[in-house]
């Protein structure tokens, strides 16, 4: 089944302990993306990869870093978390379509993570 | 950057139909998404638009005008599970990862 998962589904820890959320899909997807989602604010990119070793900033990337050894995995990490990365996040991998165009994404389950 | 506007909350009876616009403004415009989300879930993919015009799928359709900025998604037939939020997500600058407007929360009601 193709698919985008992510790990842990549901996360709480303490601020400046380090953490990973990895993300994996099975599409051979070349785009990767991160999201956070906080109530009015919407779904905010943290960071993105067009490929393998190829990885860009978002809109809001303070505080995270990411890695993309390979094609199908693209974890998140933050090393020292603090209570304002509280949130809901959202792996992403998308592929164009050749024949026609278009662009398909699918996401993750999501990750809730609750920094005390 | 971009700026993508979106209604924050709209509501609808069941069985009618609602239309809900998004508005952006970006340079290189590549193409524009529709997703739904139900509350705690992931986005899921409803439409791509590249070309000016009308796409149906079901009760789903959307429109874009890449003149005006603008798009809608039409959703007829309203039934009470079209109850979440409807994120508007435009791709621009050759990029293949849409930004994403803030939502717009549809409740139907009986």
Not at chain 1, 77 to 100: D, M
Not at chain 2, 49 to 58: A, I, Y
Request: charged residues 20%.
């Amino acid at each position: 089944e193709a698919q985008v998962t992510q790990n842990p589904r549901y996360l709480i820890t303490v601020t400046g302990k380090k953490l990973t959320v990895t993300c994996s899909q099975n599409m051979n997807h070349e785009y990767m993306s991160w999201y956070r989602q906080d109530p009015g604010l919407g779904l905010r990119q943290i960071y993105y990869s067009m490929n393998v070793e190829v990885t860009d900033k978002g809109d809001v990337p303070e505080g995270y870093k990411v890695s993309r050894k390979e094609k199908r995995n693209f974890p998140l990490i933050l090393e020292s978390p603090s209570p304002n990365q509280t949130s809901l996040y959202f792996c992403a991998s998308s592929l164009q379509v050749p024949r026609t165009g278009s662009l398909e994404q699918y996401f993750g389950p999501g990750t809730r993570l609750t920094v005390t | 950057g971009q700026n993508i506007d979106q209604p924050t909350e709209m509501t609808a009876t069941e069985g009618a139909i609602v239309q809900i616009n998004c508005t952006y403004q970006t340079s290189g415009f590549n193409g524009l998404f529709w997703y739904q989300q139900h509350a705690g879930e992931a986005p899921t993919f409803l439409s791509y638009n590249v070309l000016d015009g009308l796409e149906e799928k079901g009760r789903f359709s959307s429109f874009l005008s890449r003149s005006k900025g603008y798009s809608y998604l039409l959703l007829k037939e309203l039934q009470m599970k079209d109850s979440a939020s409807y994120l508007c997500a435009v791709r621009s600058g050759g990029s293949y990862i849409p930004t994403f407007g803030r939502g717009t929360s549809l409740i139907v009601h009986p």
